[in-house]
């Protein structure tokens, strides 16, 4: 079973998502709070979209 994005909600009732691998360990979370569920939707497709092969910036280098 491949990742899955998991939309819920937090202990103030706005939406959020985080990313699982198929282990169920979260690897990724949103950094937003949503009011909408259908904001936080597309908060999931923006990612989706932008970083499907986003290289990585290592700022720990000298």
């Given amino acids: 079973m491949a990742g899955k994005f998991e939309l819920?909600?937090?202990a103030s009732?706005?939406?959020r998502f985080r990313l699982?691998?198929?282990n169920g360990?979260?690897?990724a979370t949103g950094g937003e709070?949503?009011?909408t569920k259908r904001s936080a939707l597309g908060g999931i497709?923006?990612?989706q979209k932008n970083?499907?092969?986003a290289p990585i910036d290592d700022q720990m280098t000298a």
């Fill in 25 to 27: 360990q979260i690897i």
């Fill in 51 to 53: 970083a499907p092969d």
């Fill in 45 to 47: 497709a923006s990612v």
């Fill in 20 to 22: 699982k691998a198929s």
């Fill in 33 to 35: 709070a949503y009011e």
């Fill in 8 to 10: 819920y909600k937090d």
């Fill in 13 to 15: 009732g706005k939406f």
